[in-house]
Each structure stands twice: as structure tokens, then as C-alpha cells.
């Protein structure tokens, strides 16, 4: 079974940091993009950050976050992450991680169309003092 397990989130104060990590079973998660989607109570699902496969290894980041969260991914234990440093009130939301992306040369890169085909049940991260 395909399986995609979001982890990670909690209450963090303002400026505080959090990893979260997303674990996959049943397929390589190297072989694929991943991205991390965050979804705030009363808006619309954004993409955060996308890294092509490892092939490749190319990370993408929308500008509210860049130079504060780094996705990253560890082959050997399947596994994608997002650190997130000086977190802000705004960064409030539930996380999903996802794959896929556009393949070229061997490669599958940066964007990926979220999708839920794999269960991730997402998990919620709450930046308050």
C-alpha cells in the first residue's frame, strides 16, 4: 500500500522552530518531487516547498517562507522533511506533504499538484504566544 505519514507539528512560540517530516511506505520517495502544502482555517491550500527528486535535488519556496524553512530529504529512511525556523503567527495551519511532479530527463521535478491519494492525514502547527 502507498502510504504518506505527515508528523511533526505542535504549539511553538513566535520565532520557535519546528521539523516536520514526511514518511513514506510502499514506494521510493526518491524517485519523486515532494512538496509540503499548508492549509489555514478559511483559506485556500498553498504549496510551501517543493525538492525534485534525488536525482536532481532542486528545492523551491513561495517568498513568505524562503530563507526561513529548508526542505530536505533523507533517502535512506524514505523520509521528507521541513525544518522551520523563526516561525510567525501566520505559518498557522495544518501541513500536508505530497508527490509527484512533472517528469524530464530522468528527473521528476518542481511543482507538484497536491493530491491525498496516499492518506496523509496532515499535521498542525499553531505559532502563539
Known amino acids: 500500500q502507498l502510504r504518506l505519514v505527515d508528523s511533526g507539528g505542535g504549539l511553538v512560540q513566535p520565532g520557535g522552530s519546528l521539523r516536520l517530516s514526511c514518511a513514506a511506505s510502499g514506494f521510493k520517495l526518491a524517485n519523486y518531487a515532494v512538496a509540503w502544502f499548508r492549509q489555514a482555517p478559511g483559506k485556500e491550500r498553498e504549496g510551501v516547498a517543493c525538492?525534485?527528486?534525488?536525482?536532481?535535488?532542486?528545492?523551491e519556496y513561495i517568498d513568505s517562507v524562503r530563507g526561513r524553512f529548508i526542505i530536505s530529504r533523507a533517502d535512506a529512511q524514505n523520509t521528507a522533511f521541513l525544518q522551520m525556523n523563526n516561525l510567525k503567527p501566520e505559518d498557522t495551519a495544518a501541513y500536508y506533504c505530497?508527490?509527484?511532479?512533472?517528469?524530464?530527463?530522468?528527473?521528476?521535478?518542481?511543482?507538484?499538484?497536491?493530491?491525498?491519494?496516499?492518506g496523509g492525514q496532515g499535521t498542525r502547527v499553531t505559532v502563539s504566544s
Open positions: 525538492i525534485s527528486s534525488s536525482r536532481d535535488g532542486s528545492t
Open positions: 505530497s508527490i509527484g511532479g512533472k517528469y524530464s530527463d530522468g528527473v521528476y521535478r518542481c511543482p507538484v499538484i497536491y493530491t491525498n491519494d496516499y
